[in-house]
Structure formats: structure tokens, C-alpha cells
């Protein structure tokens, strides 16, 4: 039987960029520290200490004092940025501080930093995922999971409503305490640079539906090619002088090949550009040119080499049912139908996810083909 341990990171990973799932996950490259999660883990530690001395929290000074015990400023460039870090560390906790200290009615807290684990089986398959949630709290309308987030980005309502990670976090917590209603627990992402939280629950189906979401991750990772996907998340991933979509940008040594690209590059991009240009005025030849019959009303122009003839295209529009009543009974109904992929991704997205995965099943690659994309680099 297959087992799998994995985790919410691990699978968001993936999702990101399959490629540096496979340098963290399986090829388990380590990487030098990163600032930002640096940054994100030391706020978390001091919020730990704020809540681990119930019933009398730490005043401000001893919040602060704890950060500048654990702080790491070798993490960063130079002292200037260690500063600027810093700052922002300090704000979010002066802010959490004060608006922890004006809640009336303070939650009862029961865990933080609470590790879980959880055995999901699927026919002969089983992945056992762990986490941790930062806290846990206990309130005057039931449990409540908040974990902590530094992103600059707030996510949509609808976002949370969907979160993975939030439906595996109220699963560790049901299994940890079985007591625990589901109709009481509600779950929070705190977003700490706003000050902002915000709150889904979850029901027994949309729960049920985690396991299936899970496999079919696995799945998809087991059939991988770990392709690089770069977004402007590569600025944060400790893989990114390595990989195959940045490599060529840090290489040192330059051969004469290496040169002898950046020219024929440079050379494929100047073409482009022409093309585009040349596009541009066509269009703008074509509108004087049309004009012109209209105001001669010709519909042919002469020069010493060559005339240019206006035709005209129509578009036409049928009804579609009674298309198909025709066409149906002839057996080529079929052959006109083609389907618009871009119209299809759209309706996909909005699509509950049984039938999103019902979807997946019948996709099948058609044709595999490269392109080569243009774009001028950022100084
Ligand atoms: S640099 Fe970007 S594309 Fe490359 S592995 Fe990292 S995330 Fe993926």
C-alpha cells in the first residue's frame, strides 16, 4: 500500500512552481535563508510568547525585548534593510499588542504553535499530512483556528471560503479534539500588516471533499515533468540561480555561443518590434485608403506599380438549434462542433469542483508545442 506524508506547504509548493517542488521536496536541496520567511517566523515566535503567558500577557516592552532577543540580522543584505525589517516587525506587534489589549472579552487560549497530523486514506493510497496552527483560541461562540499571515496581499471572502489549508487545519483540529462540534469552529487567517481578519467555516461536505482535493494533488505531482513555472514569486525562492528559467541571467563565464545568443536574441526582439511597428501603420495606410474610395467612390486605387481592390467579407450567423435539427439526423453535427478553450477555462473556474474534477478526467494532451515569448527586461 503507498504512503505519502506530505504537508499544506509541500502541496502549495507545487501548485506555485512544480519544479521547486522537486529541488525542496524530492532532489531536498537545502537553500540559504530567506529573508521574508525569516522575517514571517520571528514575528510568529513573539506572537507564541504573547499568548503562551495567559492569563497575564506580556506588556509591550517585554513583547519587544522578546524580538530583539530572537531577532537575526544576518539574514540581511546589509544594516540598512536589517532596519527597515525590523521596523515593520515592530509595528505589527505594537499594533497587535494594542488592539489584543482592547478586545473586551479575550478568547481562552488553547494551543499555539499546535502541530497536527492527519491519515486521509483513498482506495489503496494513504497520505498522512501534518501542519501546525498557530492558535487556537476558545470563545464565547466556540473554537476558533487564526493563523497568522505577513503577505502584503489580502485574499477575496470567496478565497478563504475555498482555502486548503484552512479545511486541513479544521481537520487536524477535529482529529486532535474530537469533542469539538464543526458547527462551532470557525477559521481565521489574520493578516497582521492590515490588522485584518478574516473568517470562513467549513461543512461536513466541503470537508469530505478535502481527501478527494488531496489525492488528486498527489496525483498530479506523481505524473509530473516539473515544469519551472516563473511568476514574480521567483524573486522569493532560494532556487532561482539554478533554475532553467533564470540560470542563463547569473552565468559568469561567457563563451562564445553565450555571445554570440545575446546578439541573435537581441536581433529576433529589434524584428519583432518592426513587425509590430509595420502592423501599426498598415492598419493606419488601410483607414486612409478607405476613405478615399469612400470619397471617390471607387472601389479600386491605381499606382505606377500596383492597384489595390476593396472586397468585402460577410459574417454570417445561424440559429443553432435549428442547425442541429438538420444536421443531427445526417450524422454531421458532430463535425462542426469544436469547442473554445478559452470559453471552456472560464466556465471551468466557476464550476463546483466534482465536476471541475470530472473535467480534469476526460482533458487529454492534444498536441505539445514551444513558443518563444518576448519581453523587455526591467533595469
Ligand atoms: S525560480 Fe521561479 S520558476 Fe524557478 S524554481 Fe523557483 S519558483 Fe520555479
Known amino acids: 500500500m503507498d504512503q505519502i506524508r506530505t504537508s499544506y506547504s509541500a502541496l502549495d509548493t507545487f501548485k506555485q512552481c512544480p519544479l521547486r517542488y522537486k529541488y525542496q521536496q524530492i532532489d531536498r536541496i537545502r537553500t540559504p535563508k530567506n529573508k521574508d520567511a525569516v522575517f514571517g517566523n520571528k514575528i510568529h515566535t513573539a506572537l507564541e ?3 503562551s503567558k495567559t492569563p497575564c500577557s506580556p506588556t509591550l516592552d517585554e513583547l519587544l525585548n522578546k524580538l530583539k532577543e530572537i531577532w537575526d540580522s544576518e539574514v540581511f543584505q546589509n544594516e540598512q534593510e536589517d532596519i527597515l525589517y525590523f521596523s515593520e516587525a515592530i509595528k505589527i506587534l505594537k499594533n497587535y499588542h494594542s488592539s489584543f489589549s482592547q ?7 488553547l494551543g499555539t504553535e499546535t502541530r497536527f497530523e492527519i491519515l486521509l486514506e483513498k482506495n489503496d493510497k494513504k ?3 501534518s501542519g501546525i496552527i498557530d492558535r487556537i483560541d476558545k470563545t464565547s461562540q466556540g473554537i476558533e483556528i487564526v493563523d ?8 477575496s471572502q470567496q478565497d478563504i ?3 486548503l489549508q484552512l479545511s486541513l487545519y479544521c481537520l487536524g483540529l477535529m ?6 462540534k464543526l458547527k462551532d469552529i470557525s477559521l481565521s487567517f489574520y493578516f497582521l500588516k492590515h490588522q485584518e ?3 470562513t467555516t467549513r461543512t461536513k461536505e466541503q470537508l469530505d471533499l478535502v481527501k478527494e482535493k488531496v489525492f488528486d494533488d498527489l ?3 506523481e505524473k509530473s515533468n516539473f515544469k519551472p513555472t516563473p511568476t514574480p514569486l521567483c524573486d522569493w525562492c532560494g532556487y532561482k540561480k539554478m533554475c532553467p528559467m533564470w540560470r542563463h541571467l547569473y552565468k559568469k563565464e561567457l563563451t562564445v555561443d553565450d555571445e554570440q545568443i545575446k546578439k541573435i536574441a537581441n536581433e529576433y526582439f529589434e524584428l519583432k518590434q518592426e513587425n509590430s511597428k509595420n502592423n501599426k501603420r498598415l492598419n493606419e495606410l488601410k483607414i486612409i485608403i478607405e476613405n478615399y474610395l469612400n470619397k471617390e467612390k471607387i472601389e479600386r486605387v491605381f499606382t505606377d506599380q500596383v492597384y489595390i481592390t476593396r472586397s468585402y467579407l460577410t459574417k454570417y450567423e445561424y440559429d443553432f438549434d435549428k442547425l442541429k435539427e438538420i444536421l443531427e439526423p445526417l450524422n454531421k453535427w458532430n463535425n462542426i462542433l469544436t469547442i473554445n478553450i478559452t470559453k471552456l477555462k472560464n466556465i471551468i473556474k466557476a464550476l463546483p469542483y466534482p465536476k471541475r474534477k470530472e473535467i480534469e478526467k476526460i482533458k487529454k494532451k492534444s498536441k505539445e508545442y514551444s513558443m518563444l515569448n518576448i519581453k523587455k527586461k526591467r533595469n
Not at 103 to 109: L, R
Not at 175 to 180: A, G, L, N, Q, S
Request: positive net charge; charged residues 35%.
Open 148 to 155: 497568522y499571515k505577513t503577505a502584503k496581499r489580502l485574499p
Open 49 to 51: 510568547y504573547f499568548h
Open 127 to 129: 497520505a498522512t499530512l
Open 161 to 163: 471560503d475555498n482555502s
Open 197 to 199: 481578519k478574516l473568517t
Open 175 to 180: 482529529k486532535r479534539w474530537p469533542e469539538f
Open 103 to 109: 478586545i473586551k472579552e479575550k478568547p481562552a487560549i
Open 219 to 221: 496525483e498530479k505531482i
